[in-house]
Nanobody, 130 residues
Framework: QVHLVESGGGWVQTGGSLRLSCAASARTGTTLSMGWFRQAPGKEREFVAAITWDGANTYYADSVKGRFTISRDNRQNTEYLQMNNLKPDDTAVYYC???????????????????????WGQGTQVTVYS
């Protein structure tokens, strides 16, 4: 069982920045790969970014490359999503997600698929206004 707690959402003007955090706790004590997805009103949930358990590999959606940075602190089992140069199209509920500790490792071909993730946070709202 993995429990995820997100924080850091809010309102920001176009061009501004926000940093989201997601703290993970797992009974296995395993260091976990982690990802971020988002869902805007009336749209499907979409991949934003992911980072492998060791931080060696990161993956981004094309729409956020160069603006968002995913990172992690393994001592805290926490991941972060630094979001810069935010746009109104970034407005969505952002979800932290974690694959099963016993599942396959994330790869460039799988990191963006929501089916790879077994645990989800409650979501945090990000609203970008012009």
């Amino acid at each position: 069982q993995v429990h995820l707690v997100e924080s850091g959402g809010g309102w920001v003007q176009t061009g501004g920045s926000l940093r989201l955090s997601c703290a993970a706790s797992a009974r296995t004590g395993t260091t976990l790969s982690m990802g971020w997805f988002r869902q805007a009103p009336g749209k499907e949930r979409e991949f934003v970014a992911a980072i492998t358990w060791d931080g060696a590999n990161t993956y981004y959606a094309d729409s956020v490359k160069g603006r968002f940075t995913i990172s992690r602190d393994n001592r805290q089992n926490t991941e972060y999503l630094q979001m810069n140069n935010l746009k109104p199209d970034d407005t969505a509920v952002y979800y932290c997600a974690v694959p099963s500790p016993y599942g396959p490792a994330l790869t460039p071909n799988t990191a963006g698929s929501s089916s790879q993730y077994d645990y989800w946070g409650q979501g945090t709202q990000v609203t970008v206004y012009s």
